[in-house]
């Protein structure tokens, strides 16, 4: 039968995406789940009818933790700290953090009090990274502990897949993140952006490229109107987030 409507299929694929997360870690004796399309944001992954699915198909291992509830959550969980540092899956067992290379940042946001306090013996987290410096993520989690470590090295790469496949779909069925055509910048708006974003004023980006000081700043204001944005400083932002201008 066909869908009535996009939004409609998009929900559908949103719940088939839910149910492969819910069974994964059934399979892999992970099943205590929880869910965030943005760790940024205090609102829970809703299906449907707009009931979160922490309340409905995952459980979390204590009941009365109701993270999607609480606003600061994110700020004060180390796991959820960790996907900021960290864009590939990673695992926790026997109070380490670890994945599949070594990795100082991750190793860093380690709190295994914390852990033990949650009642988390081992687990395996996937962020999402998706445009618009937005982070989403799954963390997949037991009560007993086992040696996870073999189980993340056969299974992170599909845990990964599943995990962007689900939020990413929710991001769309719910008209979360930027819309519209891909942005184009030339060449000289994105020096421009670079040298402004390194702290350059106008008089001395225009020094550093050797162009005039009207111009650098046509090429701002005109990558500000491609961006969909206004000001410098807002446009610096957009185009980090869109990977034109790299972290140094």
């Known amino acids: ?28 004796g992970l099943p205590y789940i ?3 399309a943005d760790i940024g944001s205090p609102e829970p992954m809703v299906d449907a009818e707009g009931r979160p699915f922490a309340e409905t198909l995952f459980r979390w291992i204590d009941p009365d933790l109701e993270y999607w509830k609480d606003r600061a959550f994110a700020l004060r969980s180390a796991l959820v700290h960790a996907t900021r540092t960290c864009a590939e899956p990673f695992y926790f067992a ?8 070594p990795n100082e940042a991750l190793q860093a946001t380690n709190d ?20 618009g410096g937005v982070i989403g993520a799954i963390v997949w989690a037991s009560d007993k502990a086992f040696d996870v470590k073999p189980v993340f090295e056969t299974h992170a790469e599909y845990l990964h897949a599943l995990a962007l496949k689900f939020i990413a779909t929710y991001h769309d069925a719910h008209a979360i993140g930027p819309k519209g055509p891909a942005v184009y910048l030339t060449r000289r708006e994105i020096q421009c952006l ?16 050797d162009i005039s000081v009207p111009t650098v700043r046509f090429h701002i204001t005109n990558s500000a109107r491609k961006l969909g944005v206004s000001g410098k400083a807002r446009a610096i932002r957009r185009a980090t987030t869109l990977g034109y201008i790299g972290i140094d």
Request: aromatic residues 6%; proline residues 7%.
């Open 34 to 36: 929880a869910v965030s």
């Open 194 to 209: 670079k040298w402004a974003a390194a702290g350059k004023t106008d008089s001395e980006i225009a020094t550093i490229i």
């Open 112 to 131: 295994p009090d914390q852990y033990l306090q949650a009642h988390v013996e081992c687990a395996i987290v996937a962020p999402v990274h998706l445009p």
């Open 1 to 28: 039968m066909p869908h009535s409507s996009p939004s409609d299929f998009l929900e559908d694929q949103v719940a088939a995406r839910a149910r492969e997360v819910y069974e994964a870690g059934r399979k892999l």
């Open 94 to 101: 026997e109070g380490e953090l670890g994945s599949w290379r």
